[in-house]
């Protein structure tokens, strides 16, 4: 079977289930406050029951180290549960607004309602998180949904695909593993939302896919966030916390501090700092460190060994074929116009650049697409505001790295080509809702001034009004 039937096949199977999730949907199935919360405990004890499976998945796809996995998988999805099920009452809440006088007697409120079937696709480097995560506020706000987890992290897809119909009310989610075809062929059906995590070729996909049925979405893509150490910043703490950002799964995080821009004059020294703090962390032979995860796959990491020459090695460089090991590895002396300043570096290889201060490592922020995140690590309240005001960046984490994800309350997501829309607490249920407009008017008194005949005496008196 060629490529094209094969999709077709998948399509019209696909339809089928998607027009089942549709039903149950519109039957109000999904809609009660009860239901919501029983899916969002069933999916904390999805995870709660099956933290070795969890782990085993995550060591065999990507030799994730334990305490990565309860950091950045596990313990991120039951806090955003815990947050969703303590604040769901007031988010379904309706919202009551002023109305205008010419809008009186009457009152007028938003009220938040369920969209109906949303796609989410995942991507590989926090395979669990990143499927489950925005199915948390989808399910919060009263939806079914499609999970597509990524087939570049073949065992925790498959953990997905048995765990979620065993927890979860299988008339309302639903798991497809596979590839491209699969994934085609999903987005092909008519779908509410689409909420696709990953790079930004396969966001273009996705959006042009969405346009058929006008389908909102929201991309949640990547790109470089800079890491800008100034003058006057704690050159030991910049330095641990910029390692360990790095090292994070081997650096393949979206908000991984892709590269460093430190003051000409700290560079030697936040570099001596760093590879301290990677030696604390991993010892003298940090492939050997069983805290220090693999490269996913071979391609991967091929495009990362390629960069190692990129510059002048100033700590690490070595790797290992046989176990896709990278090195945490820092750079000097890197072309600007080169390929690992051009594209997402997503391995733990740190370019460390020199600027002569905050304003050219703007200029050259601003010079590239807009971040995911942006890093300042700065003493001065004057250097803060200033950062904050001229870089736009999906987020800004000031003196440290990534830890903003712990904020349920923060928004999350991408502004220009990294991304659009947000998720995680409110953001993520008043994404995957619609905030539906409501107006409710008196029958009495009726007054007459909107209606014709038009008259001088009623312009004047809507112009007051108005
Ligand atoms: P990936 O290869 O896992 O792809 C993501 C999804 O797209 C998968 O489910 C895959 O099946 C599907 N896909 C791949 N090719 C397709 C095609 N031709 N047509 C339709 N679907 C297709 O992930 P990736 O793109 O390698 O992910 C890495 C990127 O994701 C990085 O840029 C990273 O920054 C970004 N990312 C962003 C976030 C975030 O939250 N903003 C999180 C993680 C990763």
Redesign the pocket.
Known sequence: MDSDTAIDTLSARYQDEVEKLRQYFAAGNTRPRQWRLAQLDALARLITDNESAISEALAEDLDKPLQEVLMGETALILSEIRHARRHLRAWMRSRKVWTPAVGQPGSSWVQPEPLGVVLI??????PVQ?LLAPLIPALAAGNCAVL?????AAASSALMARLVPEYLDSKAVTVVEG??DE??AL?RQRFDHIFY???AA?GR?VMKAAAEYLTPVTL????KSPCVVDDGADLASAARRIAWGKCLNAGQT?IAPDYVLVDKGRRDALIAEIGRAIETMYGEQPLESPDFAAIINDRHYQRLKSYLDAGQVAIGGQSDDRRRRIAPTVLTDVDPNAEIMRE?I?GPILPVLDIDNLGQAIDIIRQGEKP?AAYLFSGSRDNQRRFSDQVSSGSLCINDVIMFMSVPDLPFG?VGQS?MGQYHGRAGFDRLSHLKSVMKRARWPEVNVRFAPYSQWKMRLLKWLA
């Open positions: 696709i995942g991507a590989w480097n926090y990143l597509k987890p990524s087939e570049v590839a491209v994934t085609t987005l995590t990953g790079g396969v996909i949640e893509l990547g790109g979206c997402e997503f995911l991408g991304g």
